[in-house]
Nanobody
Framework: QVQLVESGGGLAQTGGSLRLSCTAS????????MGWFRQVPGEEREFVAA????????YYADSVKGRFTISRDNAKNTVYLQMNSLRPEDTAVYYC?????????????????WGQGTQVTVSS
């Protein structure tokens, strides 16, 4: 059974930084795409970034490009989201997700496995 455990959320000031971690277990993830999504109450889950586990190709939403960096550590089975230059509009619950195909998608419905979510709050 695939398990995704997130950590690293919290409170930051505008312009500050946070790093989220997602540790995956239960499978070999070399043929997976790992993604980060975020959601605010009353809105649909929004794509933030994704990485193909094999090869490390990355993808970003326009709203975070140049500020956020997704990466993975194969030895630790962990995916990271480094968030810099944070803005109040980045406030959301952030979710790690796993898609069991090596094909990128920004649609949350294409991901089969989800973490529990971690709150990120950016104060102005």
């Amino acid at each position: 059974q695939v398990q995704l455990v997130e950590s690293g959320g919290g409170l930051a000031q505008t312009g500050g930084s946070l790093r989220l971690s997602c540790t995956a277990s239960g499978r070999t993830f070399t043929s997976y795409v790992m993604g980060w999504f975020r959601q605010v109450p009353g809105e649909e889950r929004e794509f933030v970034a994704a990485v193909r586990w094999a090869g490390g190709v990355t993808y970003y939403a326009d709203s975070v490009k140049g500020r956020f960096t997704i990466s993975r550590d194969n030895a630790k089975n962990t995916v990271y989201l480094q968030m810099n230059s944070l803005r109040p509009e980045d406030t959301a619950v952030y979710y790690c997700a796993a898609r069991p195909l090596p094909i990128y998608s920004s649609d949350y419905r294409a991901y089969d496995y989800w973490g529990q979510g971690t709150q990120v709050t950016v104060s102005s």
